[in-house]
């Protein structure tokens, strides 16, 4: 059992170093030009390696923000019942962009030098839009297409954006009244 913990922790850090070297080379030299070989280098392990954790170079650009975002899904689907979206929302905010580290730093610096992966990314938060726009509409007995449940949810998205590169209290309190303030405005269900 030891065994396994040793073996799970090396495997984690083996996995940290080749986020850390592949975030750098392309926050450096950009992702186009950077190679699985180049980044295996950096992390001193072989290009196999590295692909037995990433499968492809953008699996392994996107994996933070793949997995931040699948977490913020998830944190909107389990929330418990009764308890309101914008407040999971809020939950998960204050909790994830509360500690940023040195992977989050680098990963913004990859981000800004390559706007095709911001593209990507962006096309990616567009599912969890869809997800949240669809759980506000269940919450608030409106349709999902409905124009309210939509706007919120992409609002959402457009404040956890900017949260992740200002993520002090201060402007998290600042960013959830906005929304708070946004969603009291909304229509009820069946009203013009």
Known sequence: ???????????????????????QLFAEQG???????EVAERAEVSARTVT????????????RFTSMADRLAQVLRERRPGRLAVDALEDWVRDKLADPD???????????????????????LA??????????????????GDFGPRMAAAAAAAVISELCHRPEAAD?????????????????????
């Open 1 to 23: 059992m030891a065994n396994e913990g040793l073996r799970e922790r090396s495997k984690a850090r083996r996995r940290e170093a080749i986020l850390r070297a592949a975030y």
């Open 172 to 192: 998290i309190d600042t960013a959830m009244r906005f929304l708070r303030a946004g969603l009291a405005t909304l229509p009820e269900p069946g009203e013009g």
């Open 102 to 124: 040195e992977l989050d730093d680098l990963s913004d610096r990859m981000f800004d030098l390559n706007p095709q992966l911001k593209a990507v990314a962006n096309a990616r």
């Open 31 to 37: 992702f186009e030009v950077t190679t699985i070989a």
């Open 127 to 144: 599912d969890v839009v869809e997800e949240g726009a669809r759980l506000l509409a269940q919450e608030r007995g409106a349709d999902p």
């Open 52 to 63: 037995l954790y990433f499968p492809s170079k953008l699996d392994l650009a996107l994996d």
